[in-house]
């Protein structure tokens, strides 16, 4: 697609996109989402965050479309009530949580409806309490049950060197079984393969009943390239690493720097645009 062609959606990204480092979304960051809208763009969200983890972005961005919570393992109404959701075959589930301990990572398990964790004191815990609002279940380890309703399990640790290694070691082991993508620096998502955000591209296109190229995307981590090739023209932020720029179309401002607001006003609201 054309740089300046109005989408039919936008797809953004949520955590190093649409809301700054302290997960603020801004007063520009909400107009413009409003502007998109009275543009006859649908704005649909997407991340690696459970969908009740982004509750609080439903009202002020007005969704009223489809969440891809996450990375797409669970699609849910506006309502948060679920359109589909893609779980870990168990045995895949068992096999990615002994690799990311084998690593020295420390791991989360996510169900449709809980976070579990066996420390509370862990790297990243208490931040992610703050970002999604709601609280972690605390398990002495994680059984069999749970690993057969797993949509997303995650490698955490401020080790970046140790993550990357670990995400390489899980692609190469889970190919066709499993996604193994950083969603930052510290986190590992594994999730079902057909829960990445390229899919999420083409599920929301096809609820839209619209082609994947009438699609826009804008992203910051390596997780989002996914869906920056599925989607007709794709943005990175201004904080992204040089590698994700490297595979969109263009380049905003920071998260920091009210690059979402820029990109929506420059590529598809502005005169050009239309």
Request: glycine share 6%; with cysteine.
């Amino acid at each position: 697609m054309s740089a300046y062609r109005k989408p039919r959606l936008l797809l953004a990204d949520v955590d190093g996109t649409l809301v700054t480092n302290e997960k603020v979304l801004t007063k520009e960051a909400k107009a413009a989402a409003r502007e998109l809208q009275e543009a006859g763009v649908e704005l649909a969200i997407t991340s690696g965050r459970p969908p009740r983890g982004m509750r609080m972005l439903i009202d002020p961005l007005r969704l009223t479309g489809a969440i891809a919570g996450f990375n797409g393992g669970v699609v849910v109404h506006a309502d948060l009530s679920i359109i589909e959701h893609h779980a870990l075959a168990p045995a895949v589930a068992d096999e990615a949580l002994k690799l990311i301990l084998d690593h020295g990572l420390d791991a989360w398990v996510y169900t449709k409806s809980r976070w579990l964790i066996r420390d509370l004191d862990a790297p990243h815990v208490a931040r992610e309490r703050w970002t999604v609002k709601f609280d972690p279940a605390i398990v002495a380890r994680f059984t069999d049950a749970h690993l057969t309703e797993t949509v997303k399990i995650v490698g955490v640790s401020d080790d970046f060197a140790r993550v990357a290694a670990c995400e390489k070691t899980a692609q190469e082991a889970f190919d066709g079984k499993a996604s193994a993508t950083r969603s930052q620096a510290y986190y590992l998502d594994v999730t079902h393969p057909l829960a990445n955000k390229g899919v999420v591209v083409e599920t929301l296109a096809r609820l839209a009943r619209i082609s994947p190229k009438d699609t826009a995307t804008i992203g910051d981590s390596p997780n989002d390239v996914t869906m920056f090739r599925k989607s007709g023209f794709s943005i990175a932020m201004g904080n992204a690493s040089s590698e994700v720029k490297a595979q969109a179309d263009a380049v905003t401002d920071s998260n920091e720097s009210e690059g979402f607001a820029k990109a929506m006003r420059k590529y598809f609201l502005s005169a050009a645009a239309a």
